[in-house]
């Protein structure tokens, strides 16, 4: 669930997008800042004082491109209060403000947690298949952990689906610790 800081921006975001007809931009823009605050390196470089401002802006404008001002400007600002780790809270607050927007308010949001990044088209397709499956709109947000090896993770409410080999493993583990005994 996510905290009150992240709600709060996630609305002021949502309102300054409605009123300047950007919801699709700030959509996207949220995505892509979220996936860089998995980058633990990144994160690390941005919240240290000792990197100089302009070292800060030419870090984040080659791994966000062509980012708006405004963009930026959310960003320092959060690196200025320390809560850079709020983006993935923020883009899932915008998202969910913007799914209501649209009259999706009865959707159901599914956690993808993959080894490696997921290209778009593949993230539609499971949210094609995960829509089918529970017969109402599902909205995909995606996780790296490379700490799974290779699968996938999906939770959608309190329902997890572990096909990780992570967790196959873990499972082969305590299997042939039985059979040895």
Not at 105 to 119: K, N, S, V, W, Y
Not at 121 to 144: A, H, Q, S, W
């Amino acid at each position: 669930m996510s905290d009150t800081y992240a709600v709060q921006h996630a609305k002021e975001i949502f309102k300054t997008a409605l009123e300047n007809n950007e919801l699709n931009r700030w959509q996207t823009d949220l995505r892509n800042l979220a996936s860089l605050t998995r980058d633990k390196t990144l994160v690390a470089t941005l919240e240290n004082p000792g990197t100089s401002i302009d070292d800060k802006a030419k870090l984040l404008a080659e791994r966000l491109g062509e980012a708006k001002s405004n963009v930026l400007k959310l960003v320092s600002e959060l690196i200025g209060k320390g809560k850079i780790t709020e983006l993935d809270d923020i883009s899932y607050e915008y998202q969910r403000l913007l799914d209501t927007h649209r009259g999706l308010e009865g959707t159901e949001t599914a956690e993808i947690t993959t080894a490696i990044p997921l290209d778009d088209e593949y993230i539609l397709d499971i949210g094609k298949r995960l829509t089918e499956m529970i017969g109402k709109p599902v909205v995909v947000n995606t996780k790296v952990d490379p700490g799974l090896v290779g699968g996938i993770i999906v939770k959608i409410g309190d329902k997890v689906m572990d096909g990780s080999i992570k967790s196959k493993l873990a499972t082969l583990k305590r299997e042939l610790g039985r059979v040895i005994k």
